[in-house]
């Protein structure tokens, strides 16, 4: 007779591996049916796909604002997830679409226009491919609009299967990265740009907390206190915090500073210590 640990041990050989995550990040909304048919492209090819969102409100065709997002959301998801990322203006035209690997060993699927520059930047080295194989799309005849469902979704089922990523198509050795300016010190003053306005309108910088003292810091007119949390100034002023991912954040206390300022994703930021 076999001893139980034996047996228990047979029986976790013989157990399917749990499938990898699916992670899914798109500017379509949750009003029409693209999130749910780019769902169902991955479940037909990969009926025990564990498929979660990120957001499908990226703001529309804002590649920056995607490439945030992205990037601050995949960090958190363990080795071997499957990252299915579509803000695509230029779906159709002749931009590419690939599927990357990264040294952290993640994966990420979707156009080839910028939308992976911090995961290129922070999970170094990466190797690219671009998705010319297309017994791996949907349909090999797919549309010129939802790629998304057409290709993304079923490339990325497949690779859960476990299809090799250099089955999807050639190496690419250049992708697309967004131009981006680097936070740096100019004399008093700490020039960077923003990064994020959310969903109150707090302005996300790419300037690190190391880059700004404490303080008062003049930002296009309006002072800033340095405070640690923003109810450390009265509702409606603005306020400077040191954000979860350790850079500064310009907000107003119960207020939208981004509708207020005009600020988005890409507009630059010069912080000035008040006198």
Request: aromatic share 6%; glycine share 10%; hydrophobic share 40%.
């Amino acid at each position: 007779m076999m001893r139980p640990l034996a047996l228990l041990a047979l029986l976790a050989s013989c157990a399917p591996a749990t499938p990898p995550v699916i992670g899914l990040l798109t500017d379509y909304g949750t009003q029409d049916s693209y999130v749910a048919e780019l769902k169902g492209a991955i479940y037909a090819v990969a009926p025990d796909a564990r498929v979660t969102d990120l957001t499908h409100q990226v703001p529309s065709f804002d590649i920056r604002e995607g490439a945030y997002l992205l990037g601050r959301a995949a960090r958190q998801f363990p080795p071997g997830t499957i990252f299915v990322a579509v803000v695509d203006p230029g779906v159709g035209t002749a931009r590419r679409a690939i599927a990357i690997s990264t040294a952290k060993g993640r994966f990420f699927v979707g156009p080839d226009n910028g939308l992976f520059t911090r995961i290129l930047e922070d999970e170094a080295p990466c190797v690219v491919h671009e998705l010319d194989e297309r017994r791996y799309w949907r349909d090999p005849g797919a549309s010129t609009t939802f790629h998304g469902r057409d290709i993304f979704g079923p490339v990325a089922a497949h690779l859960s299967r476990g299809v090799a990523i250099d089955s999807l198509g050639p190496r690419v050795d250049s992708p697309v990265k967004l131009t981006t300016t680097a936070a740096v010190r100019d004399g008093e003053a700490t020039l960077g740009e923003i990064t994020h306005v959310d969903v109150y309108g707090n302005c996300s910088t790419n300037i690190p907390a190391s880059l700004v003292g404490e303080g008062t810091f003049d930002v296009a007119g309006r002072k800033f206190p340095r405070r640690a949390t923003y109810a450390g100034v009265p509702e409606g002023h603005p306020v400077l915090v040191i954000d979860s991912d350790g850079r500064v954040e310009l907000a107003l206390n119960m207020g939208n500073l981004g509708a207020a300022a005009g600020w988005k994703a890409g507009t630059p930021v010069r912080l000035i210590p008040a006198k």
